[in-house]
């Protein structure tokens, strides 16, 4: 039995030990199939995200979805600690006696709790290691234990910069390309605005963002299901509107060069098709055409109202068509796993942007009966 304890145990602390160190420190993707973390979150969101389609309000379910990120994350960490604790408790057993100073059960459970006082350092002494294999056993937790709060302490506000830097480029796109974001939209305000080459610098900024999110959501997981801060916003629909944006501007647009476009739109392809692994998305050949041919006469109705003339013809239809083909997939399928609604190319109800929208409109206009205010265009 004590054999097969130090072998258990040994197993289990240097598991625990690679998983922790490919989640917090290493910075890539791990490919090995079996790895406790991915199983955990495989596990947890699956249910999880099963309850959330019995919420039937969309604020409710998204607020309800919003908790499992920085939650699963506290419950990883605290399964970390306590298989470390039960896999040094385990050595302890097969390494050798022990000694408890006041009366009461002196079995696998004094062991399991002289575990946690050591990984803790708490050191209360009530359980004392007596051979000198126990005693190194000892020392060495309280190392583990040190070292593994010193990265939790570290790890933490690490993912929350990541996610802070992250939503600053979504909450931008807020006015830019409207809530939710379109394509048609951000290119229509682009037009608006009489200075298309501020097209180049937008598309030069979201494509530096592309990169950081694919190196932070890579190296940290976890970020990917945090959610944004407005149910009409998120990471996926940010890459997405921009990915629809360039893959516009490729195509061809009068007066608008594409150099700037066919970068951000590779860096924003790369990082849909690396998250959508690290994610665990597959491929959906279901998924509904986001553009059907009535939807892209639409927008070209549109767009040329607003002085922007999308190429034309069969020839140009067809490159619209593989450069979608090249990234729909992929973010249809990471929709479809994280639960996160997809912005359409075009919107044709009009919706106010969230930068316009504000609790005490509604608020006021229920004292004084009338209908919510909005900040309007004429004075933007």
Same mark, same amino acid.
């Given at each position: ?165 992250? %939503?600053? /480029?979504?909450? =931008? *796109?807020?006015? @830019?390309?409207?809530?939710? &974001?379109?394509? #048609? ?129 069969? %020839?140009? /239809?067809?490159? =619209? *068509?593989?450069? @979608?083909?090249?990234?729909? &997939?992929?973010? #249809? ?48």
């Amino acid at each position: 039995m004590k054999i097969l304890a130090l072998i258990a145990g040994s197993i289990l602390v240097l598991a625990i030990l690679l998983d922790a160190f490919e989640t917090i420190v290493l910075p890539r993707r791990v490919t090995r199939s079996f790895r406790f973390t991915a199983l955990f979150y495989r596990i947890t969101w699956r249910p999880w995200a099963a309850l959330a389609r019995f919420v039937p309000s969309p604020r409710r379910r998204e607020s309800y979805l919003s908790y499992f990120g920085p939650l699963s994350l506290i419950v990883l960490l605290g399964l970390w600690a306590f298989a470390l604790i039960v896999g040094f408790a385990l050595l302890q057993y097969g390494a050798g006696t022990h000694v408890h100073l006041f009366s009461g059960n002196s079995g696998f459970g004094s062991l399991v709790y002289f575990s946690g006082s050591t990984f803790f350092t708490l050191g209360y002494g009530d359980v004392v290691p007596l051979t000198g294999a126990t005693r190194a056993l000892a020392v060495l937790e309280s190392g583990v234990g040190f070292g593994f709060l010193a990265m939790v302490i570290g790890y933490l506000p690490v993912i929350y910069s990541s996610f802070s830097r992250r %939503e600053v /480029e979504i909450s =931008l *796109l807020d006015a @830019r390309a409207g809530s939710p &974001p379109t394509a #048609q939209e951000f290119l229509s305000r682009m037009a608006d605005a009489n200075n298309q080459p501020l097209l180049d610098r937008f598309l030069h900024e979201w494509e530096h963002w592309a990169a950081e999110v694919l190196e932070s959501h890579i190296s940290y997981p976890v970020l990917a299901l945090y959610r944004s801060q407005h149910i009409n916003q998120s990471w996926l629909g940010a890459l997405t509107t921009i990915l629809d944006v360039s893959a516009l501007t490729i195509v061809g647009i009068d007066g608008i060069p594409s150099n700037q476009a066919r970068l951000t739109f590779a860096m924003a392809r790369h990082a849909v098709v690396d998250l959508a692994q690290v994610v665990g998305s597959h491929h959906r050949s279901e998924a509904p055409d986001r553009l059907p041919p009535q939807g892209l006469a639409n927008l070209r109705q549109v767009l040329g109202a607003n002085g922007l003339q999308l190429r034309g013809g069969e %020839e140009a /239809e067809r490159k =619209l *068509l593989a450069l @979608r083909r090249m990234y729909e &997939p992929y973010v #249809q399928a990471m929709a479809a796993t994280l639960l996160l609604n997809l912005p359409t190319w075009s919107s044709a109800v009009k919706v106010k942007d969230n930068w316009r929208s504000s609790p005490w409109d509604r608020i006021i206009a229920q004292k004084e009966g009338s209908a919510p205010v909005a900040v309007g265009e004429e004075h933007f």
